[in-house]
């Protein structure tokens, strides 16, 4: 649930008829042209490389950088702007890999600043420590959290810190690997989806 401001007001009625339109029709998302907001997201470059590989503190360090470029494709789904991050993952063995441990930071920045009546944060740094326990050769499962500040400044609930855990199972058949996740938001509920799902198929081995 999020605050808004009392519609006794006249002005401030005004404001929202403006920028929330669909807000008194009580639907969750926009509309355009009777259709739902569903299309093409923005394309991005993503690269990551092992930078650091070798000592009793850690096993590698991983780093990267992806940048998503603007597209018009649908005005609510094809953001304007160029946004750019830098990502370190710090890896860790124990028990000779019956465990390993991951710890990634990464830094972002955003061109567009603000969104109807909305401002937006600049930047977000993201905190997201995993830990994945291997239980055979074949099947494995993952725990993680996710920390990051609110895109969101100045709006209540909406620009309190996110918190997220993950958890996730994996099965490896033949040049495949499996996974499914689920995702819950914890602490705050205003700024993150209150659940979501992960399905993936990976093909390790290509002719």
Do not use: C
Not at 67 to 77: D, K, Y
Not at 123 to 140: A, C, H, M, V
Not at 141 to 151: C, I, K
């Amino acid at each position: 649930p999020v605050d808004f401001p009392t519609q006794e007001n006249e002005a401030r009625r005004l404001v929202i008829n403006y920028y929330y339109p669909y807000l008194n029709e009580y639907k969750t998302e926009d509309s355009i042209g009777n259709y739902d907001s569903i299309a093409r997201g923005n394309p991005k470059l993503f690269f990551q490389s092992t930078i650091l590989k070798g000592n009793f503190l850690y096993d590698k360090i991983t780093a990267g950088s992806q940048i998503r470029t603007s597209t018009h494709s649908v005005e609510l789904i094809g953001t304007p702007g160029t946004d750019f991050s830098l990502f370190a993952i710090y890896h860790k063995d124990w028990f000779d890999g019956k465990i390993n441990w991951k710890f990634g930071v990464s830094y972002s920045q955003f061109e567009m600043q603000r969104y109807r009546n909305l401002d937006l944060r600049k930047n977000q740094w993201t905190f997201r420590p995993s830990l994945t326990y291997n239980i055979s050769e074949t099947w494995k499962v993952n725990l993680e959290y996710v920390y990051f500040a609110s895109p969101i400044l100045h709006w209540n609930r909406l620009s309190t810190p996110a918190h997220q855990v993950g958890i996730g199972i994996g099965h490896k058949s033949d040049n495949y690997f499996l996974q499914f996740g689920v995702f819950e938001n914890i602490i705050t509920y205003s700024n993150t989806p209150d659940i979501g799902f992960l399905f993936s198929i990976e093909k390790f081995k290509l002719n």
